[in-house]
């Protein structure tokens, strides 16, 4: 039997997966914490990756591997390979400044055409300004610049530090693939290459005159690229690879691989409910959003990933749990007991100030109540119509850009609450489908592994856990809209 790994590196954890080349089941899987916090030494990720191979059996009969992480996470490298300081994720929102200095030097609509995304607090060039004007001696090491999942794959290769690593730090073996670079704002994924001068502006730096003159910065490989790693390098301290050398694939951003792990094709929009929402589909044309709103990604898969993220989701159905005294699986069964818009009862879920529309001082409302309507039952509906009504805000974004919209698939821990599901089918005017639960970003890198490995991607089936009965309530969102003004 052949097998492949996939790597899901994300914001609390990492998440390996082994399938089965031939069918796609999984054989075996592990998982390493990673630190709390929103900013991390690289090293404690790959002291994570090492252990969750460990933890899933190792990589002794495995055949390819791929790395899917999380986006826009800023690695500086110096001129040993060495990260020159701590990581500053995409939830670290020191940078909301520099953002907005850079939209303002260089205007909106200018970074849509130019990287086809507007650039927010949580994007690389936002961090890298906040590097140039807080920490300039930093900033003056900076030799090359890579996101987490590149990192990663450098240092898997047998790539790193000074005296840390096999083949030490040769920066010019630094790779990525379109869907990770394209949450840079230094990207085009319509024309595949950097935007240099952009990145220049963001470091406080001279234009650059010559495209591939300064900073280093990773090669963009297609999809199906294999590199390979010696079966005897001693990355892990034990011997990789089935019988040879291990094939390892370019890796993707997390969304983009997810879509790869779900099999997402044209017209498929996924909704991911976790601790923040995300709305993205997968289309065969670039979209440029001047307003900001939709992000006008690549996709893991040669096309484009437009998508919508919202800053409130799961969490608030917790907070409304804690509000009524009840747990997740309670405050369904409350919600389904009340009728569709709760009675005219709405919650404007922006607990967390929201980014989907961009309003980061702003904060949640309850509006509607009456003596009638204020009950429990009523509350807890209202939570759930309330978050997915943000989350259906993000897709009238994308279907305003001209993406097709013929089916929801519907993910996240959340989605497997009965209530979420069917209130779901409420909410959206399309068929909602909910897919088993599982690990989908490093599903969608076990694609990619097994893709780079043979030259063709893999068409694994997907488990469906339910279809809700389409049930459109257009009461839901009328009376959201109507409030939320």
């Not at 001696?137 to 590149?150: G, K, S, T």
């Not at 319509?190 to 090669?219: C, F, H, K, M």
Request: proline share 6%; glycine share 10%.
């Amino acid at each position: 039997m052949t097998s492949v790994a996939g790597v899901d590196s994300s914001t609390q954890s990492c998440k390996v997966i082994i399938r089965d080349l031939e069918s796609g089941a999984i054989v075996r899987s592990g998982r390493a914490p990673h630190p709390d916090g929103t900013e991390v030494d690289p090293e404690a990720w790959w002291q994570a990756l090492r252990a969750a191979i460990a933890d899933a059996g190792g990589l002794g009969d495995v055949a390819a591997i791929s790395i899917a992480g999380q986006q826009h996470g800023m690695v500086a490298l110096d001129a040993d390979g060495r990260v020159i300081r701590p990581a500053l994720l995409w939830n670290d929102t020191r940078s909301a400044q520099a953002a907005a200095d850079l939209v303002d030097e260089v205007g909106a609509a200018e970074f849509a055409r130019r990287t086809g995304t507007v650039p927010v607090a949580s994007f690389t060039l936002t961090k890298l300004r906040w590097l140039a004007d807080a920490e300039p001696e930093n900033a003056a090491r900076v030799v090359a610049i890579a996101l987490p999942h590149d990192w990663l794959t450098w240092r898997l290769r047998g790539y790193g530090p000074v005296g840390e690593s096999p083949l030490g730090p040769v920066l010019s073996e630094l790779t990525t693939d379109r869907s990770d670079a394209s949450g840079t704002s230094y990207f085009d994924p319509t024309t595949g290459s950097y935007d240099r001068n952009l990145l220049a502006r963001a470091l406080r730096l001279p234009d650059v005159p010559v495209p591939n003159e300064g900073i280093q910065l990773p090669r963009v490989l297609d999809p199906w690229a294999a590199q390979t790693v010696d079966a005897e390098m001693p990355s892990f301290g034990t011997t990789t690879g089935a019988g040879g050398g291990l094939v390892v694939g370019a890796g993707a951003g997390d969304n983009a691989a997810a879509a790869l792990g779900l099999g997402a094709a044209t017209g498929d929009v996924v909704v991911s409910i976790g601790t923040s929402g995300t709305v993205f589909a997968v289309t065969d044309r670039p979209v440029r959003d001047t307003a900001g709103t939709v992000a006008g990604f690549a996709d893991a898969a040669g096309g484009f990933l437009p998508l919508v993220a919202t800053l409130n989701a799961a969490r608030t159905l917790v907070s409304i749990a804690a509000v009524l005294g009840t747990d997740h699986d309670e405050l369904g069964r409350l919600a389904l007991t009340a009728e569709p818009g709760a009675g005219g009862l709405v919650l404007t879920p922006y607990f967390e100030g929201e980014r989907t529309p961009n309003l980061p001082d702003a904060t949640a409302s309850l509006t509607g109540m009456t003596l009638a309507s204020t009950t429990r039952a009523n509350l807890a509906r209202a939570a759930i119509e309330g978050m997915l009504c943000g989350l259906a805000d993000g897709l009238d974004a994308l279907t305003r850009c001209g993406v097709e919209a013929r089916r929801i698939l519907l993910i996240g821990g959340a989605a497997q609450n009965a209530a979420v599901a069917t209130i779901a089918a409420q909410v959206f005017d399309l068929p909602v489908v909910v897919p088993e639960p599982g690990e989908y970003v490093a599903a969608g890198a076990a694609v990619q592994a097994a893709w780079a490995l043979t030259g063709e991607r893999p068409a694994w089936q997907i488990g469906i856990a339910s279809r809700p009965a389409s049930d459109h309530r257009p009461i839901i969102r009328e009376q959201y809209s109507s409030h939320r003004a």
